[in-house]
């Protein structure tokens, strides 16, 4: 009885994990944004705007904001506009 018991556990266990959906963090020039990449857009403007062409000029008190900056340094044809699944990001 306690196999019987443990392989419908297991069962049940097993198909909930796997119709279970994920949610997918959102990136940004391979970063994870926290919430809607509106931080890392904002630094790769800024960095567009001033023409920056180095890292060490990527350092703010954002995490975000600095790796938006350090994404347009690494690309800067990339454009802004959409996260890396090409979802548009809201300003």
């Not at 705007?49 to 060490?56: A, G, H, R, Y």
């Not at 690309?75 to 802004?80: E, I, K, L, T």
Request: aromatic share 6%; net charge negative.
């Amino acid at each position: 009885m306690k196999i019987r018991r443990f392989a419908i556990l297991a069962a049940v266990v097993i198909t909930a994990a796997i119709s279970t959906p994920t949610l997918a963090q959102q990136t940004f020039g391979g970063n994870e944004c926290t919430d809607d990449c509106s931080g890392h857009k904002a630094g790769y403007d800024w960095a567009e705007q001033n023409q920056i062409s180095d890292e060490s000029n990527c350092s703010s008190n954002s995490q975000s904001f600095n790796e938006g900056c350090q994404t347009y340094v690494e690309d800067p044809s990339r454009g802004s506009d959409e996260n890396d699944d090409g979802e548009e990001i809201d300003d």
